[in-house]
């Protein structure tokens, strides 16, 4: 009953746990999601860049699977 992965505009928005985040939130075509002024730690967006390829898709959908 969590919320998994999701679409905002162009990106989508992965909930992938404390951990991953500290590994993924460095590379290009990630951003930390953030609620007013609170980073969310374990959400992240991702932009189409990091979406372009199924393979790069299919990464994210699965580190969000295997966190969820």
């Not at 919320?3 to 951003?31: H, S």
């Not at 930390?32 to 990464?59: A, C, S, W």
Request: with cysteine; proline share 3%.
């Amino acid at each position: 009953n969590k919320m998994c992965i999701g679409v905002r505009g162009n990106e989508i928005l992965c909930r992938v746990g404390p951990e991953a985040y500290e590994t993924v939130i460095e590379k290009t075509e990630c951003r930390p999601m953030i609620h007013g002024k609170r980073t969310i730690k374990g959400y992240i967006f991702v932009n189409e860049e990091g979406t372009k390829k199924q393979t790069d898709l299919d990464f994210w959908i699965q580190l969000c699977l295997a966190y969820n």
